[in-house]
């Protein structure tokens, strides 16, 4: 039988997730940042740069699909038993599993809520076929229950809940006012710079979206762009971003997620002094590559729960892009109209090298001050089910068709879609927790 791989070719792996950058800074330009990026390509980086950093340190190797190595760490006990526990919920693996057709649809559409960004409302411009809307993820060896307004209301009621990071982490947020929509509850929605905040009155549950793309301080870079795409980024690695740490103390839950925008050329601060770049193109300071970022800016952003924080941290682990036919600006698209089944595609390259970068940091945070502090870390684990779902991103139909755009979203995810998956992970692990004996609670 034929396979059907998802196979980007090397060269056009950066390029792929160059798209991603240019979208969600497409998507943030009213708000944020510069305008009218023009992304077209940069000198492709060797794999090996991006594996020499040592980054995984298990006794698994670099190459073979993470979730086997997710697997063979739970097999090969180089985690305690507790840690696990933060990785399954019960004996289930609610992560593994495959997509079934679900005759019941969706949740909610573009009518009943209001909340869907205009980028990820796929209907409404028209993304032909609504076969994404019909299937549910099947956990092997349990069932995912359908998400339930009322039993989320009640488990949050008098709590406050934060997402952290960039537009994918807003996808979710999105979807979850969505899926609370169907019931009657009085929001009001408080904006505070580019800070949002929602009240649901009646059960004084508190939802804020932080925006942190990078998790970690940034400052702009004002030096002249020379041959770069983007301006610099200055990206402090080991210092806070106190639009969030210094918030976060008043939160019950924090649900945290980065990766695409340290894609972005970036100048890497330590104790205030450089220490690299990740395609910064200046000969004088060495390219570190951009997982020297991304895993600091993880392992500093896990610091903050462990100074600030008593509630729960959620780590909602890397999400996937699809592209076929060719990268982002070579026509790649992404009209498969069905979800791969797992023996269909595996993760790979940069998008297994973000996923296992995210979870050795942290696995490192949980085990750590973590455990000492008696915190708790969770894995939202939605990368192979999003791996999964070629046929649920926006596509050429996150814009007007008069926009006449030739690139296509394979990043972000329709609304109602896929992404409603995540929250319904989410609410069933807020229920084991509400139900695990008091004495187990760790
Ligand atoms: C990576 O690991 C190898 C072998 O363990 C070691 O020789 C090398 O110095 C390490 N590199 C870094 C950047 O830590
Ligand atoms: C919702 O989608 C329909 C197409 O299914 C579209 O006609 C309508 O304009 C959309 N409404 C909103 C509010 O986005
Ligand atoms: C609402 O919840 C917050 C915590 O999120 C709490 O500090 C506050 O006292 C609560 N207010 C009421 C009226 O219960
Ligand atoms: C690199 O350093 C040299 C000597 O300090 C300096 O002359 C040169 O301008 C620097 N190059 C860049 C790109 O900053
Ligand atoms: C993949 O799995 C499906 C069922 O999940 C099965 O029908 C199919 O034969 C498998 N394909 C391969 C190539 O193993
Ligand atoms: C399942 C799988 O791909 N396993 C491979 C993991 O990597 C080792 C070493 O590279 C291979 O020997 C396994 O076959």
Same mark, same amino acid.
């Given at each position: 039988?034929?396979?059907h791989?998802?196979?980007?070719?090397?060269?056009?792996?950066k390029?792929f997730?160059?798209v991603i950058?240019t979208?969600?800074?497409l998507?943030?330009?009213?708000?944020?940042?510069?305008?009218n990026?023009s992304l077209?390509?940069?000198?492709?980086?060797?794999?090996?740069t991006?594996?020499s950093?040592?980054? !995984?340190?298990f006794? +698994?190797?670099?190459?073979n699909?993470?979730i086997?190595?997710?697997k #063979?760490?739970d %097999?090969? &006990?180089?985690?305690s038993?507790?840690?696990?526990?933060?990785?399954?919920?019960k004996?289930?693996?609610?992560f593994?599993?495959?997509?079934?057709?679900s005759p019941?649809g969706p949740y909610y559409?573009?009518?009943t809520?209001?909340?869907?960004?205009?980028?990820?409302n796929?209907?409404k411009?028209?993304?032909?076929?609504?076969?994404?809307?019909k299937?549910?993820w099947?956990?092997y060896?349990?069932e995912l229950?359908?998400?339930?307004p009322s039993?989320?209301?009640?488990?949050?009621k008098?709590?406050?809940?934060?997402?952290?990071?960039?537009?994918m982490s807003r996808?979710?947020?999105q979807s979850l006012?969505?899926?609370?929509?169907?019931?009657?509850?009085?929001v009001?929605?408080?904006p505070d710079g580019?800070?949002k905040?929602?009240l649901y !009155?009646n059960?004084? +549950?508190?939802?804020?979206?932080?925006w942190?793309?990078?998790?970690? #301080?940034?400052i %702009?870079d &004002?030096?002249?762009?020379g041959?770069?795409?983007?301006?610099l980024?200055?990206?402090?690695?080991?210092?806070?971003?106190d639009?969030w740490?210094?918030?976060i103390?008043r939160?019950?839950?924090v649900?945290?997620?980065?990766a695409?925008?340290?894609?972005r050329p970036?100048v890497f601060?330590e104790?205030?002094?450089?220490?690299?770049?990740?395609d910064?193109k200046d000969?004088?300071?060495?390219?570190?590559?951009l997982?020297?970022?991304y895993?600091r800016?993880?392992?500093?952003a896990?610091r903050?729960?462990?100074q600030?924080f008593?509630?729960?941290?959620?780590?909602?682990s890397y999400?996937p892009?699809?592209?076929?036919?060719?990268?982002?600006?070579?026509?790649?698209t992404?009209?498969?109209t069905?979800p791969?089944t797992?023996?269909?595609?595996k993760?790979?390259?940069f998008?297994q090298q973000?996923y296992?970068?995210?979870?050795e940091?942290?696995?490192?945070?949980?085990?750590?001050?973590g455990?000492?502090?008696?915190?708790?870390?969770r894995l939202?684990?939605t990368t192979?089910?999003?791996l999964?779902?070629?046929?649920?991103?926006?596509g050429?139909?996150?814009?007007?068709?008069?926009?006449?755009?030739?690139?296509?979203d394979?990043?972000?995810w329709c609304?109602p879609g896929?992404t409603?998956?995540?929250?319904?992970?989410?609410?069933?692990?807020?229920?084991?927790?509400?139900?695990?004996?008091s004495?187990?609670?760790?």
């Amino acid at each position: 039988m034929k396979t059907h791989v998802i196979e980007f070719p090397q060269k056009s792996q950066k390029q792929f997730f160059l798209v991603i950058l240019t979208l969600i800074v497409l998507t943030v330009i009213p708000l944020y940042l510069f305008d009218n990026p023009s992304l077209l390509h940069q000198k492709n980086p060797s794999p090996a740069t991006f594996l020499s950093d040592n980054i !995984t340190t298990f006794s +698994f190797s670099a190459t073979n699909n993470s979730i086997e190595a997710t697997k #063979k760490l739970d %097999e090969e &006990d180089v985690v305690s038993e507790d840690f696990s526990e933060t990785m399954l919920v019960k004996k289930c693996d609610l992560f593994k599993g495959e997509w079934i057709p679900s005759p019941e649809g969706p949740y909610y559409t573009n009518e009943t809520c209001g909340e869907i960004y205009d980028h990820q409302n796929c209907l409404k411009f028209g993304k032909p076929d609504t076969g994404f809307l019909k299937w549910r993820w099947k956990p092997y060896d349990c069932e995912l229950p359908r998400f339930s307004p009322s039993s989320f209301l009640k488990i949050v009621k008098g709590k406050s809940m934060a997402f952290v990071g960039d537009s994918m982490s807003r996808n979710q947020l999105q979807s979850l006012l969505c899926l609370l929509s169907s019931v009657p509850v009085e929001v009001s929605y408080l904006p505070d710079g580019k800070t949002k905040r929602w009240l649901y !009155t009646n059960y004084n +549950f508190t939802i804020v979206f932080f925006w942190s793309p990078h998790l970690v #301080k940034t400052i %702009e870079d &004002d030096r002249p762009k020379g041959p770069l795409l983007f301006p610099l980024v200055n990206v402090y690695v080991d210092e806070f971003d106190d639009t969030w740490t210094n918030q976060i103390h008043r939160f019950d839950y924090v649900i945290i997620s980065a990766a695409q925008w340290f894609w972005r050329p970036s100048v890497f601060y330590e104790n205030g002094q450089v220490v690299g770049c990740f395609d910064c193109k200046d000969n004088n300071i060495t390219d570190l590559t951009l997982f020297y970022g991304y895993k600091r800016a993880f392992k500093t952003a896990f610091r903050a729960f462990n100074q600030n924080f008593k509630g729960m941290t959620f780590l909602r682990s890397y999400s996937p892009g699809h592209f076929d036919n060719g990268a982002w600006n070579e026509g790649g698209t992404c009209t498969r109209t069905r979800p791969y089944t797992s023996n269909e595609t595996k993760l790979e390259g940069f998008g297994q090298q973000f996923y296992l970068t995210q979870l050795e940091e942290f696995m490192a945070a949980a085990q750590g001050d973590g455990k000492k502090r008696g915190l708790k870390f969770r894995l939202l684990d939605t990368t192979q089910a999003m791996l999964l779902r070629p046929d649920g991103h926006p596509g050429r139909y996150g814009y007007p068709p008069e926009e006449k755009r030739t690139t296509s979203d394979c990043v972000h995810w329709c609304l109602p879609g896929p992404t409603d998956t995540w929250n319904e992970l989410l609410l069933h692990m807020l229920k084991m927790e509400s139900e695990r004996p008091s004495d187990v609670k760790d």
